[in-house]
């Protein structure tokens, strides 16, 4: 989910306010055009902590998604209190919305970018790479809470996070270049009718 006490909050530290400052400017100049000094453009304090800290943008951009990772990893901790089913309609239901509002269509347009890097650059790879683990790992023990409380029919829940996981990366490529609420209204769909046929357990 969009961070948004991180995105548009009060930072609570000076290293919140420097990531705070790499996502709105990466929100406005894009990841070709982005520098260091655009950058320090959006820094409410001292300029010279950005450059004795960093070398570049890369180094900051690879901060601020360790900074999502950590992030996204306490969220799904705190995702336990719902039942196993409510918990993986959740998921589902965010991941294949029909429509988002600004803060959060500006986030997957970010994070998409972010994301393209690690085709050719192993330092994003192996971050986006923990970024997917992690949110593999959180739909795994929800399937496998469903399964323990025959929830859900005795399936691998390791075999169904990874297949979520690529239908949602799916989604989120198809919102940033060209998908329609109609793409999504029909991945949802089809989603449900996997849920009931392949998850539900018999009665």
Known sequence: M???????????????????????????????????????????KSKSLLYHHYDGKDELLLEFLETMI????????????????????GILDYGLAATLDEERAEFTRTMGELRAQAAHDDRYHQRVARLDESFRDHVAAVIRDGVAADAFAAVDPEQVADFVLVVLNGARLQRVTGGTEGDMNAAREEMRHYVRCRLEADE
């Open 70 to 89: 950590d992030r996204f990893e306490n969220e799904f901790q705190e995702d336990t209190h719902e039942a196993p089913r409510a918990r993986l309609d």
């Open 2 to 44: 969009a961070p948004s006490d991180l995105i548009h909050g009060d930072p609570e530290t000076t290293r919140d306010a420097i990531m705070q400052a790499t996502y709105q400017a990466l929100c406005e100049h894009g990841y070709a055009e982005l520098t260091i000094q655009r950058i320090g453009d959006e820094f409410t």
